[in-house]
T-cell receptor
Framework: AQKVTQAQTEISVVEKEDVTLDCVYE???????LFWYKQPPSGELVFLIR??????QNEISGRYSWNFQKSTSSFNFTITASQVVDSAVYFC????????????FGSGTRLQVQP | DSGVTQTPKHLITATGQRVTLRCSPR?????VYWYQQSLDQGLQFLIQ???????AKGNILERFSAQQFPDLHSELNLSSLELGDSALYFC????????????FGPGTRLTVL
């Protein structure tokens, strides 16, 4: 069965620090899809990135970067030079070709960026 | 703004009652998904509809049901409500299926008193 683990429950940093949010997943499928979503205090879920299992290229988008490593089943998310507006709960999620075929979410990591 | 709309934003009701949550997907999306977010269970998949037909089922209680209409909007019906049903209910949509990115609506916060 698919599973997503976000071991960091809460992280607190000071503005301009870099921070990495960890995500470890379990799946028996060879084809699967990984996602990160952001949930700011207002409550909505905002899509950040999607990665297919057959594409191990890392990605950078502004201050955000993602490191996908199939060998360790990890899909970590780094925010460079964090800002107060980055304060939110971040969810890693997985969907796979077999089984339920819907998103399985991790428990989330609450990031607090202090000014 | 994801393009997915949900109404109402907030709902307060009593135990034993029945409520209906409504979702309109992004233009062109055929799949609608419902998720429940609660403090103890986290974000859980409930059910998916694709072009009017049920496609996948998750941890949805028998007291809950959903449907997708010909105009592709969806409704989630929750009946015989219990205190434990208090949660944030999200609707998401995608063009086709689980291989696509799901875009989430703002959610409906249900409080059962």
């Amino acid at each position: 069965a698919q599973k997503v683990t976000q071991a960091q429950t809460e992280i607190s940093v000071v503005e301009k620090e870099d921070v990495t949010l960890d995500c470890v997943y379990e799946t028996r499928d060879t084809t699967y899809y990984l996602f990160w979503y952001k949930q700011p205090p207002s409550g909505e879920l905002v899509f950040l990135i999607r990665r297919n299992s057959f594409d191990e290229q890392n990605e950078i988008s502004g201050r955000y970067s993602w490191n996908f490593q199939k060998s360790t089943s990890s899909f970590n998310f780094t925010i460079t030079a964090s800002q107060v507006v980055d304060s939110a709960v971040y969810f890693c999620a997985l969907s796979e070709d077999t089984g339920r075929r819907a998103l399985t979410f991790g428990s989330g990591t609450r990031l607090q960026v202090q000014p | 703004d994801s393009g997915v709309t949900q109404t109402p934003k907030h709902l307060i009701t009593a135990t034993g009652q029945r409520v209906t949550l409504r979702c309109s997907p992004r233009s062109g999306d055929l799949s609608v998904y419902w998720y429940q977010q609660s403090l103890d269970q986290g974000l859980q998949f409930l059910i998916q509809y694709y072009n009017g037909e049920e496609r996948a089922k998750g941890n949805i209680l028998e007291r809950f049901s959903a449907q997708q209409f010909p105009d592709l909007h969806s409704e989630l019906n929750l009946s015989s409500l219990e205190l434990g049903d208090s949660a944030l209910y999200f609707c998401a949509s995608s063009p086709r299926d689980y291989t696509d990115t799901q875009y989430f609506g703002p959610g409906t916060r249900l409080t059962v008193l």
